[in-house]
């Protein structure tokens, strides 16, 4: 074909490509966050469910915690020090299992309310649920990055998978920026 | 992206948000007066004074109607009901004692519809029904709800009467072009 | 056997086997921890039904290359067609390229178009009489389960009629968008052809589960699935409808995403955003909607599905939930799909008129922004369809305003288009016809929408047949109409040949008269009293004989699209041979051969002159496919900062690019 | 032929076009308003609010008849007039390709137009909203699929709208189970029935409606309920004020009657009839006629005895027992609280009248 002069087939453009489609995909999915969100104002106005606030605040710490660690993954990956990333990445992806284990695990177990129990049970299992569901996701893109990086897929230069498993952590991580204190900290306990 | 464009636009946008709005605060005021017009409950809070006139207590006392005084009053919230009192004995409405000429007021804080056992109506209850207002904040609301598509519309026709940039209309967004 | 090998069959048996399992697997579950395996048997139903469509999809091989990826295998972008093979065969497998998922959408929106409209047919003769008679006939008992009366078959007759038109609309911009935006703008695929395929397949198990719920109880409800009635009061079909959305919802969504890439990223080297043909900005502008709001229509459904089996309370307002609240996000983004519905069918307008009129778009950048304005400010506008639901009073004005806002990038559309046909040459080949016909029906629907937007009409139209008139004018001068223009326009462009003009005239003349009636006279029945979503209705209406003319109507309609049903087909196979630039057209696609061959184009065109410059005496043409002779500026090398890290242009394998 | 279309063509083309433009208009308007008052497009014009929304009617079928007009003319004009004429396949149109001015000057006017609208609709929202200060006050009770009418001023129940004509009704509505909405379409306006429980603001709706012409109309529920949604309807009759405060009375007294004819009033008033038949139809619940004392067979194979005991029970627990062929979760389960052991006492006793 004759086609070897068209920038569009460049490993370059399609990078770019890439890095459109998944924030594309991030704002579309951020969409489905904000309707949680007013969804949970509208419903529990002034209030808020009755949780631990302990396992809250752990949990959020791990989830920080862990954005910290993908960040510090894909600044090695960078650098190609191989080893520091997969390091780095195995941080995060144990943090992220911990966040997972103490809201599923933990949080739900303890809580003093089920799914069927009001706004306050709907609200807190759909917000979470939904959060965690992204979180599990994520959990595996960082196995399979950091499963791809052993058997030497990336390099310096070319590592889109780990900038899109990072580009995606984070964005959990924001999303529960905006969880947390929608669910532990606003409004009075209902 | 390139810097004047990122700037080009935001200049734009921030006029045409002040154009949109001020039409906008135009219109809504435009409507909001028509509806006083119409007598409703789309007003701001006020005093509303209510006059018990001379020689209430004797035709309450004859079971008779007291034209001057409704049977029925609506308030938005926020009212202040001010009752005076210009009969020659004192009248008692819920809580509240206003005594021969004198004055007592009443806060409406929220919104229900109750009855005051008072001592100047034959059926000897006041009827009140106390609404959410149209007041400023449903204005605002109003406008917040209706800036956003006029500021869409007027950006987006905007691009077509004056072009951000002259020599070509259309930022290059295809970076390969660049 | 060849036909058993393809990828759809595979998804068929796969999605059965995987439906049973789900199904077995929480029943088992239940069994175990000491629950009533079956009753209710809802959970089970709806996971097994959930779990099905995902084995279709692997079943039909969609994450075939993707998984290769997770263990570092590369593939190839294009796939070459295997001629040991049937033609047909990798239309019913995956298949990457842009144009075979194009026309997948295509077969598959005919297919679905023809379920929606037999159940409307159904329906129709029910209410060609003012009571219930006819879906109580025993055969419906028979096929439906005894326990469906008449009434409720009504129901879920028109529910589904509803949603599967709109699958069906889907289905059909994603074909339109697919097949030309590439073409047009010079690429010669979508931005990530593998999500594309997705995209594509994700709508087949979700049509199967869609229409699995009219045999697990069918759904009162209409296609707005309204709470309280949805969560606690309607039979199982529900779940399953609301399912079905849900997992067709995920091709809206990847599908407006690689359009917008392909858009923003793909176009030819110096093709500027206002040199694309005028379908490229319709396209665009629903991918923005299609992106975002299909979201909320999601959510909702999956509250409500949550509400169901886990008696999570969202919307029961007497124990504190909000009905009100899903109508607000439900609306928010079937408002928005309203637009999606039409946006490209105006675009095809757009695309087509100037064509037939020799002329010159009038004001190309007024539609082309029109587009935009339509979609952003359809965002702000969704609540006036809960004017009668009791919202703040004076909240309902801004939203009659904005609604009313929305008549002003329409109306732009409009006054471009008799721009265009002023003093033109007007030729009046079938697609014209029909460009013609949606004209005037889309005008009908747009005109008829600004008494459903002002408040205190409203509250006399909301839910009558005046609303039902109003929007079959708006979906057929907005989607159908243009669809058939496009059918007839592009079919050349993948068969070689011509539809022939007399059936396709002859389908015309009697479908556009047809539909007129029919919406008109249900416009004329709401406007006195009828409403929708009703059974049977008060004989007293005195409205029977004009009932009786719409179901004629309906079906003279149907009749008209078998007649468009056979010439396809026999034109396909025996048409006259279409040689070259038929319409003389100055689009690049009528440039290429006809079929289009596999990789579109040789090399990328070149930008040379303006799109619809029909008129211009120098003859400029709009591309020159051909630019190798006076090269002046070649493809620049990139100069972005990000493209500066990799080196080279060499495509490094294994790491994952394509998508 | 030929030369009067150039002729047309160079002089006239655009007068005789907006000569056509205003005559469709006319036509076009004039049949829509006409038939708007003379009742064959819109039903009789029966409340105060009517006339208001009527008025909007008028100005909108004019609009439209004025766009349809305005497009649809000049489209036909270019169809009849700027055809090709045995030309060459691409015989170029004339060369034009926009006009800024002609582009603004169609945005401005629809603008001008909306918001006109946005006003003179607004305003006719609040005009119908008016509230008068002797409105009479009834409760609107949705529920699948009947209608209850309380006038809390005389203590009247009743499943029908009786309404004194030429007074403001304030319809307070709420539903027992799903979305239903009150429309009565000679009084033009319609408003959703939410589910909520007496006393719940959020959730009750207001309607205010001044019927100002006596007859008999019809409520019918606008919104989707499930199977009977097209039967939901009750019948509404505007009367004179004096007749309407007998009826009222006649309604609200005790009853004094038998006990069985108690019950039949009951079962009248609070919407039983929708699903039960006296006669031994089949509607959506087990007819009536015959039930008391026969051996009702129930969906888990076993059968009972309708004694008076099991038609209690049915009314207050209907998902206890399901009558075979029957679904569950149909019939309202908040009968105890609607009615008084007394009232439930007295339909058994009617039930039993129509028993073997
Ligand atoms: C393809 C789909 C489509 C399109 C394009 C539209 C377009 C519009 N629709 Fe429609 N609508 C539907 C599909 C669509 N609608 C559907 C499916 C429903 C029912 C949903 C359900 O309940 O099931 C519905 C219902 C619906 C309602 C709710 C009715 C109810 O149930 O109570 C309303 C209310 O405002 C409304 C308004 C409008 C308006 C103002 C437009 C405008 O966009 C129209 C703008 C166009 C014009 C006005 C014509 C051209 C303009 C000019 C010539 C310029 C000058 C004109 C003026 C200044 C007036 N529509
Ligand atoms: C694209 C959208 C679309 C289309 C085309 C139609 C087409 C038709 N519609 Fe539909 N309709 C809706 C969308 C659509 N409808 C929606 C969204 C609703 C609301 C539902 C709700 O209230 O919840 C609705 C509701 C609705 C009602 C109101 C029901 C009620 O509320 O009581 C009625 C009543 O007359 C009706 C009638 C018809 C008729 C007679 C046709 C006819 O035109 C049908 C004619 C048949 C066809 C057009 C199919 C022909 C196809 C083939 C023969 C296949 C050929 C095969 C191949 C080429 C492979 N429709
Ligand atoms: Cu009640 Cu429909
Ligand atoms: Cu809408």
Redesign the interface.
């Known amino acids: ?3 070897t ?17 998944l924030w ?2 991030i ?3 951020a ?2 966050f904000i ?2 969100f007013i ?1 949970r104002f ?2 529990l106005p002034g209030q808020r469910p009755e949780l631990d606030q302990t396992i809250g605040l752990i949990v959020t710490v791990m989830l920080l915690a862990s954005s910290f660690f993908m960040y510090r993954a894909e600044v090695h990956m960078r650098h190609g020090n191989l080893k520091a990333f997969q390091r780095s990445i195995l941080t995060t992806l144990i943090l992220g299992v911990i966040f997972l284990l103490g809201v599923v695990a933990v949080e739900w177990q303890i809580a003093h309310f089920g ?2 129990d ?2 306050e ?2 609200i807190f ?2 917000m979470t649920g939904f959060h965690a569901f992204h979180v599990l996701t994520g959990v595996v893109l960082l196995y ?1 990055v950091y ?2 990086s052993k ?1 030497g ?3 310096k ?5 780990v900038e899109a498993a990072a580009v995606y952590w984070h964005f959990i991580d924001v999303v529960w920026i905006f969880f947390y204190p929608a669910l532990y900290l606003i409004g009075t306990v209902a | 992206m390139d810097k004047t464009l990122v700037g080009l636009v935001i200049n734009r946008f921030l006029l045409v948000l002040l154009v949109s709005l001020l039409l906008v605060v135009a219109i809504s005021e435009l409507g909001f007066r028509l509806q006083v017009l119409s007598g409703d409950t789309d007003r701001l809070p006020q005093d509303v004074v209510l006059v018990i006139p001379e020689g209430t207590a004797e035709r309450v006392a004859q079971g008779e109607e007291v034209p001057a005084i409704p049977e029925e009053m609506t308030f938005v919230v926020g009212d202040v009901l001010v009752v005076r009192n210009e009969d020659s004995v004192g009248h008692e409405l819920g809580p509240v004692l206003v005594a021969p000429g004198g004055t007592a007021s009443l806060p409406m804080e929220q919104a229900e519809h109750f009855a005051l056992a008072c001592s100047f109506q034959p059926s000897r209850y006041l009827g009140l029904e106390v609404r959410e207002a149209s007041t400023l904040s449903v204005r605002i609301l109003a406008i917040v709800y209706a800036v956003p598509p006029t500021l869409v519309m007027f950006f987006i026709y905007s691009l077509a009467i004056w072009p951000l940039r002259r020599d070509d209309q259309a930022p290059p967004a295809n ?2 072009q660049a | 056997m060849t036909f058993l090998s393809t990828g759809f069959v595979r998804g068929l048996i796969a999605q059965a086997l995987g439906t049973l399992a789900g199904f077995a697997f929480v029943t088992g579950i239940r069994a175990l921890s000491g629950l009533e395996p079956f009753d209710p048997v809802e959970p089970a139903l709806v996971s097994g039904f959930a779990v099905g469509a995902l084995a279709f999809l692997f079943g039909v091989g969609v994450f075939d290359d993707w998984l290769k990826w ?1 263990r ?1 295998i590369s593939t190839s972008d294009h796939q070459e067609h295997d001629p040991e093979k049937p033609w047909w065969y990798r239309y019913l497998s995956v298949d990457f390229d842009h144009k075979v998922i194009g026309l997948q959408y295509g077969a598959a929106a005919m297919l679905t178009m023809g379920i929606g409209g037999s159940l409307a047919l159904l329906f129709r003769t029910e209410l060609a009489t003012a009571n219930v008679d006819f879906l109580e006939h025993f055969i419906f008992g028979q096929i439906f389960g005894e326990d469906h009366t008449g009434a409720s078959l009504f129901n879920t007759f028109i529910s589904l009629h509803g949603m599967i038109m709109i699958v069906t609309m889907l289905l059909g911009v994603g074909a339109l968008s697919n097949y030309l935006v590439p073409l047009m703008i010079g ?2 695929d979508m ?2 052809p593998r ?1 594309n395929a997705f995209a594509f397949w994700v709508n087949i198990p979700g049509a199967i589960v869609l229409l699995a719920s009219m045999f697990a109880g069918g759904f009162d409800t209409g296609w707005t699935g309204y709470p309280p009635n949805s969560t606690g009061y309607s039979a199982m079909g529900v779940s399953l409808f609301m399912l079905a959305v849900y997992i067709v919802g995920f091709s809206s ?1 990847f599908g407006s ?2 359009v ?2 392909t858009i ?3 176009r030819v ?1 110096g093709m500027k955003l206002f040199e694309m043909p005028i379908f490229v900005w319709a396209a665009m502008a629903t991918a923005f909607i299609q ?6 229509i ?2 909702s459904f999956l ?1 409500v599905i ?2 169901r089996l ?5 919307f029961d307002s007497t ?4 009905p009100v ?1 899903f109508q607000h ?1 439900f609306w928010f983004y079937s408002h928005p799909a309203v637009y999606v519905f039409i946006l490209p069918g105006l675009g095809l307008i757009s695309e087509l008129l100037p064509v037939f009129v020799r002329k010159p778009l009038f004001g190309y950048k007024w539609v082309a922004l029109s587009s935009l304005g339509i979609a952003l400010v359809g965002y702000f506008v969704w609540a006036h369809h809960m004017f009668t639901a009791g919202m703040a009073s004076y909240l309902r004005v801004p939203f009659m305003y904005s609604t009313l806002l929305v008549a002003i990038p329409t109306g732009v559309k409009f006054f471009s288009w008799v721009g265009t046909m002023w003093r033109g040459k007007m030729r009046f080949d079938t697609p014209m016809l029909f460009v013609l016909g949606s004209v005037v029906v889309f005008l009908l629907g747009g005109v008829t929408g600004p008494p459903n937007a002002t408040v205190a009409s409203n509250l006399h139209l909301h839910d009558t047949y005046w609303v039902v008139g109003h929007f079959h004018n708006t979906m057929f001068g907005g989607f159908m109409f243009p669809w058939f223009a496009a059918i007839y326009y592009y079919f050349p462009k993948f068969t070689g040949r011509q539809m022939n003009e007399f059936w396709g005239k002859l389908h015309f003349w009697l479908m556009v008269p047809a539909f007129l009636v029919m919406s008109t006279y249900q416009m004329l029945t709401g406007l006195l009293g009828m409403r929708r979503r009703i059974a049977g209705y008060d004989a007293a209406l005195g409205i029977e004989g004009y009932q009786v003319i719409v179901t004629w109507a309906g079906f003279l309609i149907f009749f008209a699209v078998i007649i468009f049903a056979i010439n396809f087909v026999v034109s396909a196979r025996r048409g006259e041979v279409a040689e070259g630039n038929i319409w003389k057209s100055r689009s690049p696609i009528w440039q290429l051969p006809n079929p289009i061959p596999l ?1 579109n184009y ?3 065109f070149r930008v040379v002159g303006e799109p619809y410059d029909y008129g211009d005496p120098n003859g400029h043409p709009y591309v020159d496919l051909d630019p190798s002779d006076d090269a002046p500026d ?5 100069s ?1 900062s ?11 394998a ?6 | 032929m030929r030369s009067l279309v150039n002729l047309i063509k160079r002089y006239g083309e655009y007068v005789f076009v907006a000569i056509f433009v205003v005559l469709s208009t006319y036509a076009l308007g004039a049949f829509l308003t006409a038939g708007a008052a003379n009742g064959t497009i819109l039903p009789l014009q029966a409340s105060r609010e009517a006339v208001e929304i009527d008025e909007l009617f008028n100005v909108q079928f004019w609009l439209i008849a004025f766009f349809f007009s305005l497009i649809v003319v000049f489209m036909l004009w270019s169809v009849i007039f700027h055809r090709r004429r045995g030309e060459d396949d691409d015989a170029p149109g004339e060369d034009f390709e926009g006009n800024s001015t002609l582009e603004i000057v169609w945005t401005i006017i629809p603008l001008g137009i909306v918001l006109a609208l946005a006003v003179y609709g607004g305003s006719v929202l609040s005009n119908i909203e008016r509230r008068a200060t002797d409105a009479l006050e009834v409760n609107v009770i949705g529920q699948r699929w009947a209608w209850r009418f309380e006038y809390p001023e005389s203590g009247a129940v009743s499943s029908d709208l009786v309404l004194p004509v030429d007074r403001q009704v304030l319809l307070r509505m709420r539903s027992d189970d799903v979305i239903h909405s009150f429309w009565v379409p000679e009084f033009r306006v319609k408003q959703d029935l939410l589910p909520a429980t007496f006393g719940d603001e959020d959730n009750t709706r207001e309607l205010r409606i001044t019927p100002t012409i006596k007859g008999d109309y019809k409520v019918r529920c606008a919104e989707l309920c499930g199977e009977l949604h097209y039967a939901m309807l009750a019948d509404v009759m505007v009367v004179e004020p004096e007749e309407f405060e007998t009826w009222a009375a006649a309604q609200a007294a005790e009853c004094d009657l038998e006990a069985a004819d108690c019950g039949a009033r009951w079962v009248e008033q609070y919407g039983c009839t929708a699903c039960h038949s006296f006669d031994g139809t089949q509607v959506v619940g087990p007819t009536w006629l015959g039930l008391a004392g026969s051996q009702v067979l129930l969906d888990d194979g076993s059968s009972v005895l309708a004694d008076e005991i099991y038609l209690e029970t049915s009314i207050i627990n209907p998902n206890d027992q399901i009558h075979e062929g029957f679904q569950p979760n149909v019939m309202p389960v908040n009968f105890e609280e609607q009615l008084t052991e007394e009232q439930i006492a007295e339909i058994v006793a009617f039930i039993q009248t129509l028993g073997e």
């Open positions: 074909m004759a086609h002069t068209d920038v569009r087939d460049t490993y370059a453009h399609k990078l770019g490509n890439n890095r459109w489609g594309l995909f704002i579309s999915d969409a489905v309707g949680l969804t509208i419903l799914p069927a009001g706004q049970g709907a299992y759909v399979w499963n791809n058997r897929v990336y390099t230069e070319q590592h889109w998978g | 970076p390969a | 997770t570092g690429a010669n931005a990530f999500l969504i995403l690689n917008i890439v923003f990223r793909m080297p992106l975002i709001a299909t979201q909320f999601g959510l509250m949550l509400q886990f008696g999570m309370n969202f124990a504190g939930g909000s609240l996000l990789h040789e090399r990328p070649e493809p620049t090398t990139p972005d990000e493209e500066q890290q990799a080196p080279g242009g060499a495509d490094p294994p790491a994952p690019t394509g998508d």
